[in-house]
């Protein structure tokens, strides 16, 4: 079984100073991780995916995120938050669902981001 | 514009109407999901459709009923909803490969049961 736990549900930070959102996952296997983002009445769009390359990874927007095995955890960060990434984001875990042969996605509950001006 | 495209955008129903939500992807994938999203709860898988067989049923009830006449194209047949059924709808699409594919995500239906 997978799960994700993210940690804070609301964070809210200054424009131009860093964003960190937390997350923390559990899986049974060697799994993917996702991060998306959801804008107002908008589906969700892929920021960025890890799958056993790198630990750090590079999304779009200026975003990353690191794997960290250890901490089982694969938090996202930004360096400086613009007003356009008010937002909520969903960590995602995946691995293969050996019954049904498909890849599952676990959804976190969501954080929201808050940009103050 | 993610490549899947849903239809309505905004429903409203009663509780006695028949209404479908369709969802059409034409990025070439084979596998297409539908999940809810409601407030204050993570996104919930219902359906799964792998090369348009349901692989998927998260506990759904029968008022929910999935069509997949090809892997293009997903439809969420309604009857009989209930108040609590009112939320975002969402279809995706992936490609079956062998590391997991991201989903593809549609802007969504807002659905309001009244």
């Known amino acids: 079984a997978q799960s994700v736990t993210q940690l804070d549900s609301h964070v809210s930070v200054s424009e131009g100073t860093p964003v960190l959102l937390r997350c923390n996952y559990s899986s049974s296997y060697s799994p993917s991780l996702f991060w998306y983002v959801q804008h107002p009445n908008k589906g969700l769009q892929l920021l960025l995916k890890y799958t056993s390359a790198a630990t750090l990874v590079k999304g779009i927007n200026g975003f990353e995120a690191e794997f960290k095995k250890s901490e089982t955890s694969f938090h996202l960060t930004k360096p400086s938050a613009h007003m356009s990434d008010a937002a909520e984001y969903f960590c995602?875990?995946?691995?293969?669902?050996?019954?049904?042969?498909?890849?599952?996605?676990?959804f976190g509950k969501g954080t929201k981001l808050s940009v103050i001006p | 514009e993610t490549g899947v495209t849903q239809t309505p955008r905004h429903l409203v129903m009663g509780m006695t109407n028949k209404k479908s939500l369709k969802c059409e992807q034409h990025?070439?994938?084979?596998?297409m999901y539908w999940y809810k999203q409601s407030a204050k709860k993570p996104l919930e898988l219902m359906f799964v459709y792998n090369f348009k067989e349901q692989t998927e049923n998260n506990s759904v009830p029968s008022r929910f009923s999935p069509e997949c006449p090809n892997s293009s194209h997903l439809f969420l047949h309604l009857h009989t909803l209930q108040p609590e059924d009112s939320a975002l709808y969402l279809c995706?699409?992936?490609?079956?490969?062998?590391?997991?594919?991201?989903?593809?995500f549609g802007q969504g239906t807002r659905l309001t049961v009244v």
């Open positions: 995602v875990v995946s691995d293969r669902d050996s019954g049904a042969g498909s890849y599952q996605l676990t």
């Open positions: 990025l070439g994938h084979n596998a």
């Open positions: 995706a699409s992936s490609e079956l490969t062998r590391t997991a594919p991201e989903a593809f």
